[in-house]
């Protein structure tokens, strides 16, 4: 195939017509129900107008997807065969007939038959069906869910439709994925291009998969530097040397404006959470991507909110999942989450977009993993550091102040967290230099004693670990401590090279690899490894979001694997980590009751602020209550034993409580132990018949209170590091003293120049009375002389001045009282400022409403400050502002009459505007986009509020952009930015213009009149030669008369200033 032709959209094809067609028919019968009102018991009908309208967008929703799912199921399928050569039907098509199979009695009528011919050559072949592996899948069988996968995707391609495939992890996405798009060459007759957009750190193993399923797909991969990925495109992309293109998510944003020039028949995007953000840019990236068919692989479909889910399936369908806003506030409402009934129609709805198998429902074979969560104490080292740092904070934890910052509290987490890792992890814990390495790397921090008792174990059992880590220092501390041991390892973080990561995960999974453990940070190993020879996970920290832990599980757990998979995960007793994992315990359980239900959950909340101090106060008052070790010195046995029971209790817990108690009751504190009696109210404080709450409050009637432990003489730590650094820069200046009760003036209230001069006496005078002296300036940028200068001065006015007399009081007050504006405060002169800006120096109406005074007031106000603005200290800004912002009002006004003038030379300007492109052409937008671009948006008014959402929304409904995913999935950001750009383009062809016809006038005016007389030639030169020769005198008075006729302008305009 040719490049042009590959590169080039294809043509409608006829099975297209067929859908359109489909589709139609559907959308009439949408129309239809929309007339009808949706039924509603009464205790559901909403109360308020807004609450209605809401519901009937709802209902119009679920209406028009159903009908969509309709048309997705019309066409005929048939067993797939062997091969796309084999088992081909013969004689005469058949269709579907009202009769029975067995009834020969009727014979087809011709017109019948013509009929059925001219349906049959319309579409284009039956939806073809697997029943068993596919023949071009040679690298062994496929499981049967994985078949069902395959047809279900077919299905969605088969009706143009995109879909987003959820399985959970370790179900074999990837081989379904590749089986797809084998089918799309051996049955589809189409080589491509198929883009498969990956984790940089599964580029290798997608490739392998390729060669080892179906290796009749050719790939390549694109990755590399700056030279090597230029030698692929060349070599391989541009020369069309490819059917499957593969590559990571940080090459598709360096090479988008390659990619872009293709059409791709397929669109795959692993680990789709990705594009979770909708205003990413990468998000922004992939949707200027040109495609046929879209799939998404994700096993974490829903990892926070609702709105992630919607902005995949704004991806994919962006016609049906339009308003994130709409989506979200329906999700919210508690009200429509308790109604069941909506709830599972949804899911119906999402069914033919979306499918998603766990482990327990279709792969019996791989056995369920087991999950210890194993509890250790604090070493004295790190007691001493957990200690500091809640110290450091301790008014903030108190909430002495009343108001703590998010980020304060987040900044004590993320140092209690590093704490509980290793207290090495802070600069100055680790005995040295010189450091070495030695067994008190393990003896300072509980969880190593455990890990290390804990390899030993699963290493004489014969297991294989994975260890995940969140921080990559921490890594270094392992690396030390299995160098110490002789463990055999492999490490892989964020900033391991790509061929590098291949290498080791081929040398860990290699038959016979003698490789104990390989060690990997939970967010860069956790995307698509496939390393299901170990069958140990430790978890050594937990993650905010479960999510990210369960793919760091299944990098084990997963199809290949033969033992049971065990997962240790690593907490320390009376810590913020025990909080962090109820957090994540919760977070599941809801996951288990609402999605794995086929409900959808509501919109997560983030941590807040309250949630944060319990999580730091947990365990506080245990930490300070003793400075020796926790770490119990038990066998490993004996240990594991523990943490199992302990496990158990958890889980039978949280079974206890329903989904209300979870969402609303939890409040991260330690769960009940006795079972709630009927009607008792849910109270996590009530323990053994007492509410502790109220005990507290008795106690202490301030509220929670950290008790600090009793002070020592030798200070071990300083925790004002304020004052540290004040001690370290000097002593810091003292601050100039003002009387009590000097008034406030400011220059923007324009008073008379002797209230300030007035102002300043005063005080200086309280200066010299309390024998103020003039420090130094500090400033880094003057020089001593200068610094001594400006010193000397000041101290000269204090030194020299008089006190006020009661004249000057009085004659200051009265200045104040008459004269100026001393209503006038900052708000009201930056709201001015700001209306200036915004309409215009001479819109007083406007600008007096958004300062929220009088006409008369504000009119008062701006003549007086348009003659002393001068006078302010920031003039030169503020001018700068205000004629800015004046540039751009004259800039709308040009714009609008260029767009007025461009739209009107067209009676069909929808299907006539032409534009003028020049170098501002671009294959991203066709010119029929942009024409409506331009005309809708002048007739919805380009000044108009939220102009490029309604624009948005527009083309949501245009007919002609029905199958367009393109333009359809645009944001209102990417369509503000094009218009942008065709308006510059508007204004560029209408400036030319009037220079057009400016020249053209000057041109008339210099050329002769048709009477003249040649003879007259001469007397003209004479004329003029004696005009330059006028005595000087005579140009100052035309010069003057000028002047005089341009006068008023001149004055106008410094009055208007």
């Known amino acids: 195939m040719s490049q042009s032709s590959k590169m080039e959209e294809d043509p409608i094809e ?60 019309t066409g005929d399928t048939q067993p797939a065969p062997h091969s796309p050569t084999k088992g081909q039907a013969r004689g005469r098509p058949r269709t579907q007939r009202l009769i029975s199979e067995g009834d020969h009695r009727h014979r087809m009528a011709e017109k019948d038959e013509d009929e059925e011919l001219i349906a049959q050559a319309k579409k284009a072949e039956d939806l073809v069906i697997f029943q068993e592996n596919p023949w071009y899948i040679t690298g062994g069988e496929m499981r049967d869910y994985q078949v069902r996968g395959l047809n279900w995707m077919i ?81 391989r992309i541009m020369t069309n040397d490819f059917e499957a293109l593969i590559t990571s998510y940080e090459m598709v944003m360096k090479v988008t404006n390659i990619l872009k020039k293709f059409t791709w028949k397929y669109l795959v995007i692993d680990e789709a959470h990705r594009i979770k953000n909708e205003k990413s840019k990468l998000s922004e990236m992939v949707r200027f991507l040109k495609s046929k068919h879209r799939l998404l692989l994700t096993g974490t479909p829903l990892q926070n909110n609702l709105h992630e889910l919607w902005a995949l399936l704004n991806f994919l369908l962006p016609d049906i999942f339009t308003s994130a806003e709409d989506f979200d506030s329906w999700f919210q409402d508690t009200s429509v989450l308790d109604n069941k009934e909506l709830i599972q129609r949804l899911h119906k709805v999402l069914q033919p977009f979306l499918l998603r198998r766990i482990k327990a429902d279709v792969e019996k074979s791989l056995l369920p993993k087991k999950e210890l969560k194993i509890y250790v104490g604090l070493s004295k080292l790190q007691r001493e550091w957990y200690t500091k740092i ?91 401590y299995l160098w110490w041991r002789g463990h055999r390892y492999c490490r892989l973080d964020g900033q391991t090279p790509h061929e590098e990561r291949q ?182 404080y009530k323990f053994e018949g007492e509410d502790y709450r109220e005990k507290q409050k008795e106690k202490d009637p301030l509220g929670f209170w950290i008790e600090p432990p009793k002070r020592e003489r030798k200070q071990v730590y300083n925790v004002n590091i304020d004052e540290q650094l004040k001690g370290a820069e000097g002593s810091k200046s003292q601050k100039a003293p003002k009387p009590p009760k000097v008034p406030s003036v400011f220059d923007f209230q324009f008073f008379p120049k002797r209230v300030y001069e007035l102002v300043d006496q005063e005080i200086y005078a309280y200066r010299k009375q309390v024998g103020y002296k003039v420090p130094k300036p500090t400033d880094p940028n003057l020089s001593a002389k200068e610094a001594e200068r400006i010193q000397r001065e000041e101290q000269r006015k204090i030194d020299t001045v008089d006190p006020l007399t009661e004249d000057d009081y009085k004659e200051r007050e009265e200045l104040m009282n008459n004269e100026g504006f001393a209503e006038w405060n900052k708000r009201d002169f930056i709201h001015f400022v700001k209306a200036n800006e915004k309409y215009g120096r001479h819109d007083i109406e406007s600008i007096a409403a958004e300062c929220e005074k009088s006409k008369e007031e504000v009119e008062m106000y701006s003549q007086v400050f348009w003659e002393r603005i001068e006078e302010l200290n920031d003039h030169e800004k503020i001018l700068a502002q205000i004629e800015k912002g004046e540039s751009r009002i004259r800039r709308k006004h040009d714009i609008k009459k260029a767009l007025n003038l461009k739209i009107a030379k067209y009676k069909a300007p929808y299907y006539q505007l032409r534009l003028n492109y020049g170098s501002n052409k671009v294959k991203t937008f066709t010119e029929e986009e942009d024409r409506f671009l331009i005309v809708k948006l ?101 010069s003057s008369k000028r002047k005089s006729e341009a006068t008023p302008v001149t004055t106008k305009s410094k009055k208007g200033k």
């Not at 060669?211 to 060349?234: F, H, M, S, Y």
């Not at 503000?976 to 020249?999: F, H, T």
């Open 14 to 73: 006829n099975d297209q017509e067929m859908k359109e067609e489909e589709i139609d028919e559907a959308m009439e019968q949408d129309i239809v129900e929309e007339e009808e009102e949706p039924e509603m018991e009464e205790e559901e009908v909403p109360q308020t107008e807004e609450d209605l309208d809401s519901f009937r967008r709802f209902e119009r929703l679920l209406k028009k997807t159903e009908n969509f799912s309709k048309a997705l199921s």
């Open 938 to 1038: 002048h007739e919805l008014g380009f000044e108009s509020e939220n102009v490029y959402e309604e624009l948005r929304k527009a083309i949501l409904t245009a007919p002609q952009f029905r199958f367009d995913w393109f333009i359809k999935s645009r944001s209102a950001l990417e369509l503000q930015r094009r218009c942008n750009v065709l308006i510059s383009m508007i204004e560029k062809e209408y400036m030319d213009q009037i220079e057009k016809e400016k020249s053209n006038k000057k041109d008339r005016r210099s050329r002769p009149s048709k009477g003249a007389n040649i003879s007259e030639q001469p007397s003209t030169s004479k004329a003029a030669s004696a005009k330059k020769s006028t005595p000087a005198k005579s140009t100052p008075k035309n």
């Open 155 to 235: 299905q969605l391609q088969h009706n143009g439709i995109n879909g987003i495939l959820a399985d959970e992890m370790g179900l074999g996405k990837t081989l379904q994925t590749i089986s797809v798009l084998g089918y799309m060459k051996h049955y589809k007759g189409q080589n491509g291009p198929f883009l498969v957009i990956v984790p940089k750190s599964t580029l290798r193993n997608w490739e392998n998969e390729f060669a080892r399923w179906c290796p009749t797909v050719k790939t390549v991969c694109l990755i590399g530097d700056a030279d090597q990925r230029q030698e692929i495109i060349n070599n």
């Open 503 to 684: 290498r080791m995960i081929d040398e860990y999974n290699a038959p016979g690899s003698e490789i104990f453990l390989f060690m990997l940070t939970t967010r860069a190993g956790g995307l698509g490894i496939n390393l299901a020879t170990a069958d140990v996970v430790i978890i050594y920290d937990s993650d905010w979001n479960p999510q990210v832990d369960l793919q760091a599980m299944d990098r084990a757990h997963r199809i290949g694997q033969k033992k049971q998979v065990r997962v240790f995960r690593l907490l320390t007793e009376n810590t913020v980590e025990e909080r962090v994992m109820e957090k994540a315990e919760i977070k599941l359980r809801l996951d288990s009751i609402v999605i794995q239900q086929g409900r959808l959950a509501e919109a997560q909340k983030t941590l807040g602020k309250e949630d944060m101090m319990s999580m730091i106060r947990h365990g506080a008052q245990t930490i300070f209550a003793s400075k020796e070790s926790t770490i119990t010195d038990e066998d490993i046995d004996d240990i594991l034993v523990k943490a199992e029971e302990k496990t158990k209790e958890l889980d039978e817990k949280l079974k206890k409580f329903g989904e209300s108690e979870l969402r609303g009751g939890f409040k991260f504190d330690t769960l009940d132990e006795k079972p709630r009696n009927e009607g008792e109210e849910f109270s996590l």
């Open 390 to 480: 809640l110290l450091k904070d301790i008014d903030a934890l108190n909430n002495v102040s009343g108001k703590v910052e998010k980020t304060r509290l987040l900044n004590i987490l993320m140092h209690l967290r590093k704490c509980c890792n290793h207290p090495y992890l802070f600069d100055g814990a680790e005995p040295g230099p010189p450091y070495t390495t030695d067994k008190h790397l393990i003896e300072n921090c509980g969880k190593m004693i455990l890990l290390d008792k804990l390899l030993k174990k699963l290493k004489t059992q014969g297991s294989r670990v994975l260890l995940f880590s969140q921080m990559s220092r921490m890594l270094d501390i392992f690396e030390d």
